[in-house]
Each structure stands twice: as C-alpha cells, then as structure tokens.
DNA sequence: AACAGACTCAACCGCGGGACA
DNA sequence: CTGTCCCGCGGTTGAGTCTGT
C-alpha cells in the first residue's frame, strides 16, 4: 500500500516563507504549542503543509535560536562531535544549545570542508615545517558568495518572543568510557557489545560525543585506547576475530611505534617529536601517529580473511585494467600529461592498503602506494579522513601529484582535491604565482556523473564499524604482514 | 559591465520508526 | 498483527548572492 502523503499538496503554497506566515505561524504556536503539524496550518490559516510549517518553526522561528555565525567553540565541538557521532546532525545540534540540526549540516559541508582544505600538512621528508598553509593561497578560506548579509538582517527582525515547545535535545548521557588522562578506553567486552547491537552503538558514541565536548586535554581527540578496539574496526561485528593475531600489548599509554622503523619508509611523524612519542600532546599542527604494531605471521590465514574482503574487489576496480583505463581518463580530465610524450608512466604498485573512515564506520579513504610515498600518501588520506562524510579517497603519487580520488562523490569533488594536491605541488617559495593560479584555476572543474557512484559501489562490509573515526586511520601492509594505526589528534583540528 | 560559476542556506523530499486503533 | 498517522531525520535542491574574469 503506497503511503499516504503528509498533507494535501494541490493548492498548498511552497518556497520561502513571507514574513506574514512566520507571524501567522509564531503566533498560532505561542498559543496553542507545538504539535499537531498535521493540522497546524489548517487552524492557523496558513496554506502551506505540515512538515513545512515544522520545519520553518523549528529552523527559523523558535525563540530560543542563536542568531549569528557559529563561534570557534561550537565549531570545535561540531568538529569534534561528527569525529564521533558522523552525520548524526540531529544529535550533534542536541549538544549545542540554540543550533539546529539543518544549521550545524549546511555549516559542515560548507565552511568545514573549506576549514579542511587549509589544514596545515606534513612534509614528505618528515621535516619540521607544514609544506604548506593553503588558506594563505589565493582562494582558500575566502567566503565567496552566499546569502549572508540578508539572511542575517532578516533573522534579526523575525523571530520574536515565541514560546519554545519540546525539542528534542539529547541529553548528556553519563560519562563512563573516560579514564583519568581523558583518552577513551573502551572495555573490549563492552565494545563487542556495541559492535554487535546498534544501540549500544549509538548510547556508546553519545557518550563518547559528550565527553570529547568536557574534555580539555591534548587527548580529546583519541577515541581508541586497545587493540581490541582497532580489531573491530578492522572486522567490524562479524564474528571473526583477529585475536590470536598476537597483537602485541601496547598498554593505554597512547606511546606508539614508528613505522618507519619497522618498514621502513618515509617517516609517520613529522619529526617535530624525538623518540616517536605519541604526539598527542603536541599543540602545533597535525600528526599522524602510529599506533599499530607488526604483524606475524603465524595468523595469516586470517590476516587474509581480513585482506580478502571486498577491498580485493574496490582494489582491482581502481588498479587493474579497468582502474588503469579510469585514470588515464582522470589524468586527461585534469590536464596532467606528465610525460614529455603525452602520456604517463605506470609506476608499480606498493603494497600498502590504506582506508579510514569517519565516525560511524564509513569508509573514506582507500588506496595502496609504493612504500616511498606512503608518509605523503598518508597525509593525504588523513586529510580526506578528516574531510569527513562519506568521501572515499584513493591517493597515488603521480609526477608529483598526490591525486585523491572520491568513491563515492561527483567527479567534481574529486577534482577539486586532486587540483587542490597540484596546489601543494606548485613550488611556494619561488612565488610562482602562474602556476599556483593555474591549479587553483583546476578546482572550478565541475563534473556530474553520478553513474560512478552505480560502477564502483563501497563494499558494504567496510561499512558501519562503529570505532571508525574520523581521527583515526588504519593501514594494512601485506608483505610482510602488517597492520598499522594512525590517531589524529585533535589538534589537527585546530587550524 | 556582463557573465559564469562558486557559494550559502532555507526549504523540500523521502524514508524510518513510534504510537495507536 | 496490520495498517495508518504523525513526527523527525538526513540528504538534496535551487534561489539568491557574491566574486573573479
């Protein structure tokens, strides 16, 4: 049986509100309350339909709003509470008194996604310095359009002395996965239950989201504290289990082990801290941390288990033949030649897998790089990590290009990061300025083919782990075997 | 000055779930 | 147990506005 419409539609005006309808409105619901939608607009002579009188209340109208741009806290705490809670709006808008649901979204994917884009990066060769800032670029961080001016003017006139219903504001559930350090430690145990039972997902992060807004320590951001989490994160709620992996003990000290000592590469950290310390409590710019340990081989037949997932699948997808035939057409697109003779050079392909996800457990980041371009690469996965939502990202290094290719977004999306990655390439310090413009100039290339979000669907196995987060990123080598960790720390934040 | 397109954000849409008969 | 109503949520759209060329 189709189901039945909210209200009559035939008639029934649509679009903006007039000033008129929110006096209507405001006064029908100082007098009667809030409720009834349904039958709200017929008893307060308003043509326009339930859900839409409900939502221009609950967004625009109620008393109790905060007028004005997002501050930094509340900017912080959104940041951090989509790190736990994911696109949760509703509930994220529960921890900020005045804000809306509809409010805190449109901010996320407009001024954090822009917040991210000058988020301050490492060096490939693990210096001291960020390579570059690129809200000091011409373009980054500048507001450009939008409706603000008279938006704000309008939201100062209307809006008066209305009573405020019901809301549905979550409560701050008690705090109990906090430890004294203010890093989260979860019970193996009670992440097992969470990992299995939605709603123990869900009371979990809230907690979680609730104290990542108490705390005040450099360790806000952690959210794993044991291997058991990151084990499901790596297996989610199926009932296999890396135990018997041999995860050796790291204790909840958060000290990590580099893994350039063990495989390696290019150096994790960036070197702003000696002795591979966990950099947690560093104040200065984002770092990538390691946090996995070196796995043995005793337990391979389930470490491939784990690798043959669909990963095999998204992996053949973006790096065989028809993922060779993909990036031909994507280099094209951007206008990136490489060669003297036109084309491009197959580089041969690393052994690394990288994903991450943000809160929630959708993936957004995956990829495989040479061993030498794994610190940069993974950089560029930490940022599309903190990029949030349900952006996938695949990172390769290409004649100096780290491209970062969307899964699951528009081809435009996915421009815009490799321009912005061609940015970084351009050679700052001499101030070429004709190159940095003709890179920028890259990220007004729009694209819409949405047929590619049909062709190379994220396995929906990777989805859901309910650990995954935004801060954190995992990467699994194969040869040998070996599964590393990454913690962002909430610094990384602070731009 | 005109234009294209980037950007914001209010509003719409479809769906899921709870309440209830 | 089933069907219906209603609410609330998250994703998406598109009008309005601004900026760069």
Redesign the pocket.
């Known amino acids: 049986?189709g189901?039945?419409p909210?209200c009559e539609?035939v008639g029934l005006?649509?679009?903006?509100?007039t000033a008129e309808e929110d006096e209507i409105l405001a006064k029908y619901i100082a007098a009667n309350g809030?409720?009834?939608?349904?039958?709200l607009p017929k008893n307060a002579g308003l043509l326009?339909?339930?859900?839409?009188c409900?939502?221009?209340w609950?967004?625009?109208l109620r008393s109790d709003l905060k007028r004005g741009n997002i501050t930094k806290e509340e900017d912080e705490a959104i940041m951090k509470l989509h790190a736990t809670l994911g696109?949760?709006?509703?509930?994220i808008a529960g921890h900020l008194p005045g804000r809306t649901?509809?409010?805190i979204?449109?901010?996320w994917?407009?001024?954090l996604g822009?917040r991210i884009d000058s988020f301050r990066r490492l060096g490939l060769d693990g210096g001291d310095a960020a390579v570059l800032d690129l809200g000091t670029l011409p373009?980054a961080g500048?507001?450009?359009?939008?409706?603000?001016?008279?938006?704000a003017a309008r939201?100062n006139t209307i809006g008066g002395a209305v009573g405020r219903g019901?809301q549905?504001v979550v409560a701050s559930p008690p705090v109990s996965l906090v430890q004294s350090d203010h890093s989260v430690v979860l019970d193996p145990d009670q992440n097992q239950a969470s990992s299995v039972t939605n709603d123990g997902l869900v009371d979990a992060n809230e907690e979680m989201a609730s104290e990542l807004l108490c705390c005040t320590s450099p360790m806000d951001g952690r959210l794993w504290g044991t291997d058991a989490e990151m084990e499901h994160v790596l297996l989610g709620p199926s009932e296999e289990s890396l135990a018997g992996w041999g995860w050796p003990d790291q204790g909840d000290s958060g000290v990590m082990t580099s893994s350039e000592e063990r495989g390696g590469g290019v150096p994790v950290t960036s070197g702003q801290e000696e002795g591979g310390a966990t950099g947690l409590g560093v104040e200065r710019g984002p770092e990538l941390v390691t946090k996995g340990e070196e796995m043995v081989g005793s337990s391979s037949s389930q470490a491939e288990k784990l690798l043959d997932w669909d990963l095999e699948a998204m992996e053949a997808k973006l790096w065989d033949e028809a993922g060779e035939m993909w990036w031909h057409s994507e280099l094209q697109d951007l206008g990136l030649h490489g060669l003297a003779d036109g084309g491009y050079q197959e580089e041969p392909l690393g052994s690394w897998l990288i994903f991450s996800g943000t809160s929630l457990g959708d993936v957004t980041a995956l990829g495989r790089c040479d061993k030498d371009e794994k610190g940069f690469l993974e950089n560029e996965t930490s940022r599309a990590t903190n990029e949030g939502n349900?952006t996938g990202a695949v990172g390769r290094i290409r004649f100096g290009f780290s491209l970062s290719l969307s899964l699951y977004e528009d081809y435009?999306e996915r421009l815009v990061r490799a321009a912005d990655d061609a940015t970084l390439a351009v050679p700052q310090d001499q101030g070429d300025a004709r190159k940095r413009?003709a890179a920028m100039?890259m990220?007004?290339?729009?694209y819409k083919d949405r047929s590619y979000h049909n062709r190379h669907p994220l396995p929906r196995r990777l989805s859901h782990h309910p650990w995954m987060s935004s801060e954190h990123l995992i990467l699994i080598h194969r040869n040998p075997l070996r599964i590393d960790a990454f913690t962002l720390p909430s610094t990384a934040y602070a731009l």
């Not at 500048?142 to 938006?151: E, I």
């Not at 990220?443 to 729009?446: A, E, I, P, S």
């Open positions: 049986m189901r039945s909210c539609k005006k649509k679009g903006r509100w809030e409720g009834s939608w349904r039958s326009r339909c339930g859900k839409s409900r939502l221009r609950i967004n625009y696109n949760r709006w509703s509930l649901d509809n409010e979204k449109n901010y994917n407009s001024h822009r373009g500048k507001r450009r359009g939008g409706r603000t001016s008279r938006s939201k019901q549905g349900v435009s413009s100039n990220m007004g290339r729009t």
